[in-house]
């Protein structure tokens, strides 16, 4: 037998890191919808983890002019000078952070910054411990880089918030890293300097664990809510803390791929060595368009939460209307994590049986023409994320459907 027919016979085989690893969930139900709407189906799509408003017009132009400028070549690996100093100047003047500039590190995206500090950090079997509802790409990043994801469960009556005394509990001398997100994605759960601080003491007792906190939605808070991050708080933490941001969701830039981080130096030199393997420099002209979002105007932040706030305030109203669902409203983002054990059990018009919040999505799919996504993609059942990115028009017109067909349950 020959190399090359015994090659063949064997097939492809995915490497054992991935291969517990599937493509997201969210995806999948994006995909399913829009092969719908190519049937001719009227979906509505409440599944988009990205903002519905355009970039503003004056970072467009920062683009374009750093095209004709000729900044179409590659910048230093993890950042240009410029943007690394808008980042800079960011973090004391939002967050009152100083970082200096080899402590700060830029990526394709705040995606590429987790799989960097996961990938620079762990090794086979190190813990890494991980609220519940989360964002899906945190435990997958971790198993992919062979560490171990701990899942704590947070429900509503915990206000989707992790406790000091579930971190205490978990922690072992194997624990690497604690990933916090606030406001959260996918349930909008946010951190005030109270909640946070209890957490933080606990991390004050066990030197060997660091922080992760993914800031994204900062500039999306509600009902004057007050955004801080922990290495404002505890100063004491920030040499074991990584601080990731970007610019996808405030500044409705999701396509541009840009996202960055402050640490530790010793932790970004890592991380650059990660990243030097793997895209290289972020897309040079997204950076100068990103230099222009941070420093440029940022009234208009204001103008779209407030749009953002009308929109939640409709769907949690509408959902809590609904007999068999609960919904908590959230501090922030633009997702609300509703609650529908109330539903389970129950019988459909067609005969199928709603036995999970999978179930019940795929009803609402199949059977009203909504997409929403099941809370198991994001590790607490029973519940269900709808991303309200999208108009006033098509929410009502989706929650009039969720409200008829809960209705039509037996």
Same mark, same amino acid.
């Given at each position: 037998?020959?190399?090359?027919?015994?090659?063949?016979?064997?097939?492809?085989?995915?490497?054992? !890191?991935?291969?517990?690893?599937?493509?997201?969930?969210?995806?999948?139900?994006?995909?399913?919808?829009?092969?719908?709407?190519?049937?001719?189906?009227?979906?509505?799509?409440?599944?988009?983890?990205?903002?519905?408003?355009?970039?503003?017009?004056?970072?467009?132009?920062?683009?374009?002019?750093?095209?004709?400028?000729?900044?179409?070549?590659?910048?230093?690996?993890?950042?240009?000078?410029?943007?690394?100093?808008?980042?800079?100047?960011?973090?004391?003047?939002?967050?009152?952070?100083?970082?200096?500039?080899?402590?700060?590190?830029?990526?394709?995206?705040?995606?590429?910054?987790?799989?960097?500090? $996961? $990938?620079?950090?762990?090794?086979?079997? %190190?813990?890494?411990?991980?609220?519940?509802? #989360?964002?899906?790409?945190?435990? %997958?990043?971790?198993?992919?880089?062979?560490?171990?994801?701990?899942?704590?469960?947070?429900?509503?009556?915990?206000?989707?918030?992790?406790?000091?005394?579930?971190?205490?509990?978990?922690?072992?001398?194997?624990?690497?890293?604690? $990933?916090?997100?606030?406001?959260?994605?996918?349930?909008?759960?946010?951190?005030?300097?109270?909640?946070?601080?209890?957490?933080?003491?606990?991390?004050?007792?066990?030197?060997?664990?660091?922080?992760?906190?993914?800031?994204?939605? &900062?500039?999306?808070?509600?009902?004057?809510?007050?955004?801080?991050?922990?290495?404002?708080?505890?100063?004491?933490?920030?040499?074991?803390?990584?601080?990731?941001?970007?610019?996808?969701?405030?500044?409705?830039?999701?396509?541009?791929?840009?996202? #960055?981080?402050?640490?530790?130096?010793?932790?970004?030199?890592? $991380?650059?060595?990660? /990243?030097?393997?793997?895209?290289?420099?972020?897309?040079?002209?997204?950076?100068?368009?990103?230099? &222009?979002?941070?420093?440029?105007? /940022?009234?208009?932040?204001?103008?779209?939460?407030?749009?953002? /706030?009308? !929109? !939640? %305030?409709?769907?949690?109203?509408?959902?809590?209307?609904?007999?068999?669902?609960?919904?908590?409203?959230?501090?922030?983002? @633009?997702?609300?994590?509703?609650?529908?054990?109330?539903?389970?059990?129950?019988?459909?018009?067609?005969?199928?049986?709603? %036995?999970?919040?999978?179930?019940?999505?795929?009803?609402?799919?199949?059977?009203?023409?909504?997409?929403?996504?099941?809370?198991?993609?994001?590790?607490?059942?029973? #519940? @269900?994320?709808?991303?309200?990115?999208?108009?006033?028009?098509?929410?009502?017109?989706?929650?009039? !459907?969720?409200?008829?067909?809960?209705?039509?349950?037996?």
């Amino acid at each position: 037998m020959t190399i090359t027919a015994t090659i063949e016979e064997a097939g492809f085989s995915p490497a054992s !890191r991935i291969s517990t690893i599937g493509v997201s969930q969210i995806l999948k139900i994006g995909a399913r919808a829009q092969a719908l709407k190519r049937e001719g189906r009227l979906v509505i799509i409440l599944g988009a983890g990205e903002p519905d408003f355009d970039t503003p017009d004056h970072i467009k132009d920062a683009a374009s002019k750093a095209i004709y400028a000729g900044a179409t070549k590659y910048t230093a690996l993890d950042g240009s000078p410029e943007l690394k100093k808008a980042i800079q100047g960011k973090f004391e003047r939002e967050n009152g952070v100083p970082y200096a500039l080899d402590e700060i590190t830029v990526a394709t995206g705040a995606k590429q910054i987790l799989f960097n500090a $996961m $990938m620079a950090t762990l090794n086979p079997g %190190d813990e890494v411990i991980i609220p519940t509802p #989360y964002w899906t790409s945190y435990s %997958d990043i971790v198993e992919i880089a062979e560490g171990k994801p701990v899942l704590i469960a947070c429900d509503a009556e915990a206000g989707f918030r992790l406790k000091a005394e579930q971190l205490e509990a978990a922690i072992t001398p194997k624990t690497r890293w604690v $990933m916090l997100n606030s406001p959260s994605n996918p349930s909008g759960a946010a951190y005030s300097e109270a909640d946070y601080r209890p957490l933080l003491d606990v991390l004050l007792r066990h030197p060997h664990v660091w922080l992760l906190v993914d800031d994204m939605y &900062e500039h999306i808070v509600y009902d004057d809510f007050k955004f801080v991050t922990p290495a404002a708080i505890e100063p004491k933490l920030k040499n074991r803390t990584l601080t990731v941001n970007g610019v996808s969701k405030a500044y409705a830039m999701t396509g541009w791929r840009i996202g #960055y981080a402050g640490g530790p130096r010793d932790l970004i030199k890592a $991380m650059a060595v990660v /990243q030097s393997q793997a895209t290289s420099c972020p897309c040079s002209v997204s950076q100068a368009a990103s230099v &222009e979002a941070l420093n440029g105007p /940022q009234e208009f932040l204001k103008e779209r939460t407030a749009s953002f /706030q009308r !929109r !939640r %305030d409709l769907v949690v109203s509408a959902l809590n209307a609904i007999e068999g669902l609960d919904c908590r409203t959230p501090e922030g983002a @633009f997702y609300t994590y509703s609650g529908c054990a109330g539903v389970l059990g129950k019988t459909a018009p067609s005969g199928r049986k709603i %036995d999970t919040d999978s179930d019940f999505c795929a009803y609402l799919l199949d059977e009203a023409d909504v997409a929403v996504v099941p809370g198991s993609a994001f590790g607490l059942s029973p #519940y @269900f994320r709808i991303s309200y990115a999208t108009s006033e028009e098509e929410l009502k017109v989706a929650l009039e !459907r969720i409200a008829t067909a809960c209705a039509q349950l037996a």
